[in-house]
């Protein structure tokens, strides 16, 4: 996703991980995607993938793709988390309460999304803009903010409605506007994988609640 949106042409291959090629066991041995190998130096970790593809493709040729606010980067930092305690969890009981803490994570994503960013804000204008219009998390552009979390989002809202019959409430309006915007633009939706490719991989990590 971030190579489309920086603008770059790239191939795509795709591996069986349960059948990785031994090339690839050569290249980063017990390692799981994504990692990046530039000039024979490995990089495992997301953030530095991150970082490094932002410092080298940069402008004039690419353009620069960090959020200007921080907390656009923070604000869902939890919620995947919180997701994988709920699908793991086994406990009837229990399910509750860790519906309840990825329900309060939904909820600080929707309370961002939905106010306003002070770029939005006209100090000369006479009407008050009291909920966000804009389309992602920083604004009407996509950021590295939104490459890290709609993928997350996404692989949520397919497990979690798969395994545990739960919907992202209707009530969120933000995450959902979020959302329909997101699916509007070809560089999340042909990025993502199939749902059918993520219920395959929840299927032996959602264990049934006894």
Known sequence: MILWLKGVKFNVTTVDMARKPEELKDLAPGTNPPFLVYNKEL?????????????TLAPPRYPHLSPRNKESFDVGCNLFAKFSAYIKNTQKEANKTFEKSLLKEFKRLDDYLNTPLLDEIDPDSTEELTV?????????QLTLADCSLLPKLHIIKVAAKKYRDFDIPVEFSGVWRYLHNAYAREEFTHTCPEDKEIENTYASVAKQKS
């Open 43 to 55: 990089k495992t970790d997301f953030i530095k993938i991150e970082e490094f593809l932002e410092q």
């Open 132 to 140: 966000s219009r804009r389309l992602f998390l920083d604004g009407d």
